[in-house]
């Protein structure tokens, strides 16, 4: 099977009450661990590229390796998404790259601006047979060049419900970032949050059937946490999302849960951990390994939060 678009998976995901993990990649190794975790899950994914992976590893890199990917795996469902598409240039360029679904985010933009945005997006993809993710109210935190709102403002600019079916019948787009809560990057929260489920809950009851989809959900799991404050790192203060409240929209109309904080600081921990218990390895596998393994393990037990374990041959 070649690369699908997520219609069929938002599809039997609405239907049966799961969301499908979206994991972002840089490199080979978080390829690696995430496709051989839903290879032995049977779990439908959607591989994430954004803007910072693209300039990192360049797309022809990423490209290649998401190819063999899904080439040696021709029973599992997998989409390859932009994550947060800044201009209409780059979703462009990203449909012509063979992408087959684009974020575009112009919800920093005025309501106006982002339906112009966004519906030049939707013509150009669906000309093309790919589907288009787009964003309506303000994420907090920060991720790669993403710049949120700060943590005491999320509250102020969760996702309107009273615009919600105005943007999907002007733009045509596929799904919606809804923000209810959830926050960018390894430090969301200073206190335990709780989701705007009401949020959810209206904006479901005015779209009814509309793919909803959660950025900033990695929970900052305390297995890594703790291993890298033990191992030399600093990150004390870190805290995500709680994985009963993923779990929950999960049943509900969110049907894509992006996860990136939970690969970064699996892969982290586990090269802390080889470098302080064994400070004369210099081989790059005995330590990219181990990490790839951690990788693995982390989206298992995701894909178990998700609900998404096993749903891979219904959403071909
Ligand atoms: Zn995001």
């Not at 669906?126 to 700060?150: F, M, R």
Request: hydrophobic residues 40%; glycine residues 8%; proline residues 4%.
């Amino acid at each position: 099977m070649a690369l699908v678009n997520t219609k069929k998976m938002f599809e039997m995901a609405y239907k049966n009450g799961y969301a499908i993990g979206a994991f972002n990649v840089n490199n080979m190794e978080i390829t690696q661990g995430i496709v051989s975790a839903v290879t032995e899950e049977k779990a439908p994914l959607i591989l994430q590229i954004s803007r910072g992976a693209r300039s990192y590893a360049s797309m022809s890199y990423l490209k290649a390796i998401i190819d063999v990917a899904v080439k040696d795996n021709p029973d599992i469902p997998i989409c390859m998404n932009l994550d947060h598409g800044d201009t209409f240039e780059t979703c462009k360029q990203c449909v012509d790259d063979g992408f087959t679904s684009v974020m575009i985010d112009a919800s920093h933009s005025s309501f106006a601006e982002n339906i112009k945005i966004t519906k030049q997006v939707v013509d150009y993809a669906h000309d093309h047979g790919v589907v288009v993710e787009a964003e309506l109210g303000q994420l907090g935190g920060i991720e790669e060049d993403i710049v949120g709102v700060s943590a005491d403002d999320v509250a102020k600019h969760l996702t309107d419900p009273d615009q919600v079916v105005e943007f999907a019948e002007k733009t045509g787009c596929d799904s919606l970032a809804v923000a209810i809560g959830t926050s960018h990057g390894a430090y969301k929260f200073k206190v335990a949050p709780k989701l705007a489920f009401d949020v959810l809950e209206s904006v479901t009851k005015k779209l009814p059937g509309f793919p909803l989809v959660m950025h900033g959900s990695s929970s900052v799991l305390k297995e890594f946490k703790d291993l890298i404050n033990k191992y030399g790192g600093d990150m004390p203060d870190a805290m995500g999302v709680p994985e009963d409240a993923i779990t929950e929209a999960s049943k509900l109309s969110v049907c894509k849960v992006n996860i990136d904080t939970d690969l970064r600081m699996a892969l982290t921990a586990k090269i802390r951990q080889v470098f302080c218990e064994s400070p004369a390895e210099f081989d790059p596998r005995k330590y990219l390994g181990p990490g790839r393994e951690a990788i693995k393990e982390m989206v298992r037990h995701k894909l178990q939060i998700l609900g998404c374990a096993g749903k891979a041959a219904e959403c071909v």
